[in-house]
Protein backbone atom coordinates (compact mmCIF):
# COMPACT_ATOMS: atom_id res chain seq x y z
CA UNK A 1 0.00 0.00 0.00
CA UNK A 2 0.91 3.38 -0.87
CA UNK A 3 -0.70 6.82 0.32
CA UNK A 4 -0.26 9.74 -1.39
CA UNK A 5 -1.01 12.82 0.30
CA UNK A 6 -1.86 16.42 -1.28
CA UNK A 7 -1.75 19.54 0.50
CA UNK A 8 -0.69 23.31 0.61
CA UNK A 9 1.61 25.34 2.76
CA UNK A 10 -1.85 27.91 3.16
CA UNK A 11 -4.00 24.93 3.62
CA UNK A 12 -4.84 24.85 7.44
CA UNK A 13 -6.07 21.57 7.80
CA UNK A 14 -2.99 20.26 5.95
CA UNK A 15 -1.11 22.22 8.56
CA UNK A 16 -2.63 20.81 11.18
CA UNK A 17 -2.56 17.34 9.93
CA UNK A 18 1.21 16.82 9.04
CA UNK A 19 2.62 16.18 12.53
CA UNK A 20 -0.68 13.66 12.68
CA UNK A 21 1.13 12.01 9.91
CA UNK A 22 4.65 12.03 10.82
CA UNK A 23 3.55 10.23 14.10
CA UNK A 24 1.72 7.73 11.89
CA UNK A 25 4.85 7.32 9.38
CA UNK A 26 7.13 6.79 12.28
CA UNK A 27 4.58 4.37 14.10
CA UNK A 28 4.03 2.17 11.20
CA UNK A 29 7.50 0.52 9.67
CA UNK A 30 6.96 -0.02 6.46
CA UNK A 31 4.45 2.61 5.39
CA UNK A 32 4.81 4.35 2.36
CA UNK A 33 3.27 7.55 1.99
CA UNK A 34 4.57 10.48 -0.53
CA UNK A 35 3.91 14.17 0.22
CA UNK A 36 2.86 16.68 -2.99
CA UNK A 37 2.37 20.19 -2.76
CA UNK A 38 -0.47 20.70 -4.70
CA UNK A 39 0.82 24.21 -6.30
CA UNK A 40 4.05 22.98 -7.09
CA UNK A 41 2.62 19.43 -8.89
CA UNK A 42 0.10 20.83 -10.95
CA UNK A 43 0.61 17.89 -13.19
CA UNK A 44 -0.26 15.06 -10.43
CA UNK A 45 -3.02 17.11 -8.76
CA UNK A 46 -4.27 16.74 -12.47
CA UNK A 47 -3.72 12.98 -13.17
CA UNK A 48 -5.57 11.78 -9.46
CA UNK A 49 -8.01 14.61 -9.43
CA UNK A 50 -6.80 15.47 -6.34
CA UNK A 51 -8.47 19.51 -6.72
CA UNK A 52 -9.58 19.56 -3.09
CA UNK A 53 -6.90 19.49 -0.47
CA UNK A 54 -6.37 17.97 1.92
CA UNK A 55 -6.78 14.60 0.23
CA UNK A 56 -5.36 11.52 0.75
CA UNK A 57 -5.32 8.39 -1.83
CA UNK A 58 -4.64 5.33 -1.27
CA UNK A 59 -2.75 2.84 -3.41
CA UNK A 60 -2.81 -1.34 -3.66
CA UNK A 61 0.72 -2.83 -4.56
CA UNK A 62 -0.40 -2.43 -7.93
CA UNK A 63 -0.98 1.21 -8.12
CA UNK A 64 -4.68 1.12 -8.25
CA UNK A 65 -6.45 3.53 -5.65
CA UNK A 66 -8.90 1.67 -3.27
CA UNK A 67 -9.85 4.56 -0.84
CA UNK A 68 -9.62 8.52 -0.89
CA UNK A 69 -10.12 10.51 1.75
CA UNK A 70 -10.73 14.63 1.70
CA UNK A 71 -9.85 16.63 4.32
CA UNK A 72 -9.42 16.68 8.37
CA UNK A 73 -8.92 13.21 9.57
CA UNK A 74 -8.96 11.75 12.98
CA UNK A 75 -5.56 9.69 13.43
CA UNK A 76 -7.42 7.05 15.31
CA UNK A 77 -9.14 6.53 11.60
CA UNK A 78 -6.51 6.83 9.70
CA UNK A 79 -4.29 4.10 11.94
CA UNK A 80 -7.23 1.91 11.79
CA UNK A 81 -7.72 2.15 8.00
CA UNK A 82 -3.67 1.99 7.45
CA UNK A 83 -3.50 -1.45 9.72
CA UNK A 84 -6.58 -2.87 8.05
CA UNK A 85 -5.01 -2.12 4.47
CA UNK A 86 -1.13 -2.29 4.91
CA UNK A 87 -0.63 -5.06 2.71
CA UNK A 88 -2.84 -4.23 -0.29
Not at 1 to 17: D, H, T
Not at 41 to 56: C, E, G, S, T
Request: with cysteine; proline share 5%.
Amino acid sequence: MRILKFGAIWCMECLVMRPMWAEIESETPGLKTEYYDADEHPDLVKKYNAKNIPIFIFLDKNGEEFLRLQGYQKKEELVKIISDNIDK
